[in-house]
């Protein structure tokens, strides 16, 4: 067996360079795959960063063996999303098939270049956990651009240029930034940009290059162009056009426009005849769309080039797993028998997630600054003060979630210098797992995206088991053995050159210096090392989160509703400015606490030197000053309830400003009903409030922080009890506004002086046996209704009943029915059954508290009489109320109509789900807001999924990052159960709650035994409901 690191001539084999286990398509802890037997070969590699390696593989060895190398020469973990492309002997671009033989596919070895690039292009750059591979995909993004592959407007390109000259020479200087761009063209037209350039990297200063790379990425995956590749076709009237293939399916370009796409849930089956191509979709009743769609390609061999890669993109993005190989014909084959080789994307994510790597530390060779192998992608603006500061913040800083992938390669330095610099680096770091030596640039960057600041550790990992990895007889004869190269900069050691006398590529791992060894089982014990364990911390956490999703509320009304304003004309200019300008002094407030907190929270973790003096591990201080600065935008926050008024008032007469509220809250970024995003601000001082009393509650009074804490409270408090009435009356508004948009059949519902009490699915008695409405109970009035009448599902008013002279009492053993109870009023008795005995228990004590508030007021409207029915009905004659079952017929077929957005509100979840739920509840969901990232999975699942998540409403709210402007799903509580996993279900491990309807189970994890206990009470709070009495405690005085 001929191993790469056995041959001193192999590229992938540097100076010290470490035993590499990140093989991509190789198991944790296996070695590159066996070399067949037979003459070696030469072949040539083009890396992303233009250098060139020589590979020696056997003459019968398959694509998959050179691969590996290529893989294992970089230190690359999650190698997948990479291929080898060449041009074969028809002139072609194609990829290297990783199952066959190579000779079978290049005739000349020695004549081809293969280049290394990114062969899969993920939606969302957060889904690539490594610094490497992110570094790799920036650079491929600079070669798209470079070659007029990725084109974008003058702006976008302008800001992509400034990140990555930014990630090359660091941070602004004017002249030097000049003579860059004048020695390097990063996009054809540059010169007519280079001023918009400058001023963007002017904007950059204290951004790392890890940061630059992220940012780069998240700015090149939103464009049109971003990882698609042209070829050349043409349609059935001979129209040219180009088709690419993406992680969602196939797509139509006509120059660099995308004019048709076509979803993989759309394909039936992709095929080629000769030079056709053909796509045939799934039958659609709703699109006129013909079944089969057929492009004309330039030969039989471009046909099939394509078909491939479109084979493995869906096969990498849809597929769970690789698929299996088809069982050989016996007599002839049919069709091709190619497949994707590899791991699927889910695969890839899981394994390196479940998988603890070593964090290699590797060589930008553009760039100009000392860049070490940090993590994190976003501002990290400390600079570096000496090696003792570094070491003390790598001491504390690293990941705290569950799957933190620490390194696991081991090795041992032969140097005795190198031994003694090691040793002297451990002592240092007095047990630290995670040490560099790059003394001039010690920023850490502890994560690879925002997502997954809490989980990834960086550096170098301390390691104790012996055994030489590097035989290079180069190791003790270098005449720069006096010196390293780590992470680019020259220390007490230096790597030599290669055995070819060329410089080593500088995506090579330099050399390691490891002295200790982590095992799996002590995964919690380091990170409970690694990162702040102190209670404080975790509320102080919980701050940031909310503080990120509520600054996004905020951004619904200041971006996203007044960019619909302005484009339709719709809104008075009275109402806009008074909308506007008092909410956009509120955004920017919180946004510069925001970053307050966000720098806080980093000294806190260790990212700075601050720590060590331990000044900056406390929040109340923050908090002290900025609920102050609060208290001077008091005047706004009143003006928010005003607003909200007017906006009603204006809707009512204006029809064209209704349907341009209607039409937004349709938009993906307004994910509740616009009006609770008018409340946000409100609600955001009751959170202040909830967190500042678990602070003061968590510290004794000697602590440092309690003083402050305490202030803060007191002024909070304040706040929030000068602005209650406001709110209460404000909530109770907004949610007789939703109300109306779900009812039919009633024109003023938010009635002065009406208040909502309770929703929710009650079956009513009727001639014709039990029937599912929906019930409505309010101060003056309870009404009850029928679903399905219109297309968008809203609910058909059949009957109201007065509370003033109404009697209420149990029926069960009179009807026979159980869980019933009988309403009698002044005109009208009705008989109801409920779902349970405790919705009966709330139901019962909220209509008797209502009627008694009734009874004390001046008795019924006018309305509500007229609007009641002419006499009293028994039970036996109800199917004269003006419903019947084709009222619930209709109710059901209306399904197949229901439109996204009526369908999913709280109303129908209560229908769907027989529940209900009060006012109490709205607004202990609105006020019990929290956000954070967990990891979900599902019950027949594997892995884990992380994700950002956001409770509010009664719902979670899933997205990829916190970034992202709307949920990517929800998930409505109501009627949910939340448990703890028992042993028999297997899941091993910590801080695991359970969410279960009926058949549906979803497991989420949290970080720390603080998050998961706020988990369980925020979520138990949307799925246990209360009723009013039970849960007056909760405000006082009670408003009803």
């Given at each position: ?12 084999q ?37 250098t ?9 060895a ?16 999650e190698?997948?999303?990479f ?5 074969d ?27 290394f ?10 889904q ?60 054809p ?13 002017r ?60 979803n ?12 056709r ?27 099939k080039?394509?078909?491939?890669i ?8 849809r ?23 590899g ?29 070490n192998s ?5 501002p ?59 003394e ?18 960086t ?5 104790s ?13 270098s ?21 070819d006398?060329?410089q ?28 702040p ?17 509520y ?9 996203s ?36 907190v ?31 600065g ?10 928010h309830?005003?607003?909200?008024l ?5 809707c ?62 007191a ?6 009890l ?11 508004f907004?949610?007789l506004l ?29 001639g ?20 399905g009448?219109?297309?968008?599902n ?18 069960e ?6 869980y ?11 008989v ?12 019962i ?9 009734a009874?004390?007021s ?12 002419s ?17 619930l ?13 009526r ?10 789900r ?10 202990v ?14 019950k ?22 916190h ?5 990517l799903a ?39 035994e ?15 409901s ?9 405000k ?5």
């Open positions: 067996m001929v191993e790469p690191e056995e041959r001193p001539s192999v590229a992938g540097r100076l010290g360079a470490p035993e590499s286990l990140g093989i991509s398509t190789l198991e944790p802890g296996q070695r590159p795959p066996t070399m067949p037997p037979g003459r070696q070969i030469s072949i040539r590699v083009q890396m992303l960063d233009d060139q390696e020589v590979f020696e593989v056997s003459q019968r398959p694509g998959k063996a050179l691969f590996d190398l290529v893989c294992s020469h970089l230190n690359l973990v190698g997948d999303y291929g080898l492309e060449f041009q002997q028809r002139k072609m671009i194609v990829w290297l098939d990783l199952l066959k033989p190579i000779l079978k596919q290049i005739r000349r070895p020695k004549n081809i270049i293969l280049r690039v990114v062969k899969f292009f993920p939606p969302d750059h957060t690539l956990l490594e610094e490497l591979t992110r570094y790799l995909f920036a650079l491929q993004i600079k070669h798209d651009l470079a070659c007029g592959r990725l084109t974008c407007n003058e702006s976008s390109a302008a800001l992509l240029v400034a990140h990555i000259v930014q990630s090359e020479i660091g941070d602004f200087d004017e002249v030097q930034c000049k003579q860059h761009l004048l020695n390097n063209k990063y996009i037209e540059q010169d007519t940009l280079m001023d918009k350039i400058i001023g963007y990297h904007k950059h200063v204290g951004q790392t290059p890890a940061e630059s790379d992220y940012q780069l990425l998240e700015i090149a995956r939103r464009l049109e162009m971003y990882g698609v590749r042209l070829h050349p076709a043409k349609d059935r009237e001979g129209t040219r056009l180009s088709l690419a293939v993406a992680h969602s399916g196939v797509l139509v370009f006509q120059g660099h426009t995308k004019i048709n796409a076509f993989w849930s759309k394909v039936r089956k992709l095929s080629f005849k000769r030079k191509f053909l796509i045939k979709l799934r039958p659609d009743l709703n699109s006129n769309c013909q079944d089969t769609l057929e492009f004309m390609m330039g030969s039989r061999d471009c046909c080039v394509f078909w491939k479109c084979v493995e993109y869906h096969a990498f993005f597929l769970f797993e690789e698929p299996k190989p088809k069982p050989k014909p016996v007599l002839f084959t049919r069709g091709s028998s190619f497949r994707f080789s791991r699927t994307q889910r695969q890839v994510i899981d394994y390196v997630k479940d998988t603890e790597f070593k964090k290699v530390p590797f060589e930008r060779k553009h760039s100009k600054i000392q860049s940090n993590l994190s992608p976003f990290s603006r400390q600079s570096a003060e000496g090696q003792g500061e570094m070491l003390q913040r790598n001491a504390s800083a690293s990941g705290h979630q569950a799957d933190s992938p620490l390194g696991r390669t081991q090795v041992t330095v032969e140097n005795p210098a190198l031994q003694r610099y090691t040793g002297s680096l451990n002592s240092q770091t007095n047990g630290c797992r995670n040490g560099t030596s790059d001039a640039d010690a920023r850490l960057k502890p994560s690879p995206s925002k997502q997954q600041a809490e989980h990834l550790s550096g170098l990992a301390s390691h088991a012996k055994g030489p990895v590097s035989r290079s007889p180069q190791h003790s004869e005449p720069s053995a006096g010196q390293m190269m780590v992470n680019g900069q020259k220390q007490s050691l230096s790597v030599g050159q290669s055995p006398g060329r080593p590529s500088p995506l090579t791992s330099p050399l390691l210096y490891d002295a200790g060894f982590i095992r799996a089982d002590d995964e919690d014990e380091v990170r409970r090392k690694r990162f364990t102190d209670k404080a911390y975790f509320i102080a956490k919980e701050l940031l989160t909310t503080e990120r999703t600054l996004k509320d905020l951004e619904v009304i200041t971006v509703f007044q960019k619909a304003v302005l484009k339709d004309e719709a809104m008075p200019d009275s109402l806009r400015n008074l909308i506007f300008a008092n909410f956009e002094p509120v955004y920017k407030f919180h946004e510069t606490f925001l970053k307050d966000e720098q806080r929270l980093a000294q806190w973790e260790g990212r700075s030197n601050a720590h060590i003096k331990g000044d900056y591990q406390r929040v109340g201080d923050v908090m002290l000053k900025n609920i102050q609060l208290k001077l935008l008091s005047s706004h926050l009143q003006k309830s005003e607003s909200l007017e906006l009603e008032q204006s009512r007469s204006s029809r064209r400003l209704e349907v341009l509220c209607r039409d937004f809250e349709l938009q993906k970024v307004c994910y509740l009903p616009l009006n609770i995003f008018f409340l946000r601000p409100l609600h955001r001082l009751l959170h202040y409030k909830q967190i500042l009393e678990r602070l003061c509650k968590h510290y004794p009074p000697t602590h440092d922080d309690f003083r402050d804490s305490r202030a803060a409270l002024d909070v408090s304040e706040l929030v000068q602005l209650h009435t406001t709110l209460m009356k404000m909530e109770n907004q949610k939703e109300l109306k948009k779900d009812l039919v059949g009633i024109d003023s519902l938010a009635a002065p002086g009406r208040e909502f009490i309770r929703l929710g699915c009650l079956s009513k008695l009727s014709k046996g039990l029937q599912q409405r929906m019930f409505f109970l309010f101060s003056d009035v309870v009404m009850y209704t029928s679903r009448l219109t297309a968008s809203q609910f058909k008013v059949h009957g109201q009943l007065p509370l003033y002279g109404m009697t209420i009492r149990e029926s053993d009179e009807w026979g029915v159980p019933s109870f009988t309403l009698f009023g002044q005109r009208q008795s009705v109801v059954a409920a779902s349970s005995a405790s919705e009966m228990e709330k139901w004590e909220d209509i008797r508290m209502a009627i008694e508030l009874d004390k001046n008795g019924p409207t006018t309305e509500i009489l007229s609007s009641s029915f006499d009293s009905k028994s039970p036996e004659d109800c199917s004269a109320d003006q419903e019947s079952e084709d009222d017929s209709s109710s059901r077929s209306s399904l197949e109509r229901q439109t996204p957005h369908g999913n509100t709280t109303v129908h979840v209560c229908w769907h027989s529940t209900s739920v009060s006012m109490v509840d709205f607004s969901a609105l006020e019990n807001q929290l956000s954070g990232n967990l990891l979900r999975k599902f027949n699942s594997n892995g884990w999924q992380k994700l950002w998540v956001v409770f509010t409403n009664f719902s979670l709210f899933f997205y990829k990052t970034q992202d402007e709307y949920p929800s998930l409505p509580l109501l009627g949910y159960s939340i448990t703890i996993p028992s042993e028999s279900e297997n899941i091993h491990k910590d801080y695991v709650f359970k969410l279960h309807f009926k058949s549906h189970v979803y497991y989420f994890r949290s970080e720390s603080y998050t998961f206990e706020r988990w369980m009470e925020v979520i138990r709070s949307a799925t246990c209360s009723s009013v009495l039970r849960s007056s405690s909760r006082d005085p009670l408003v009803y």
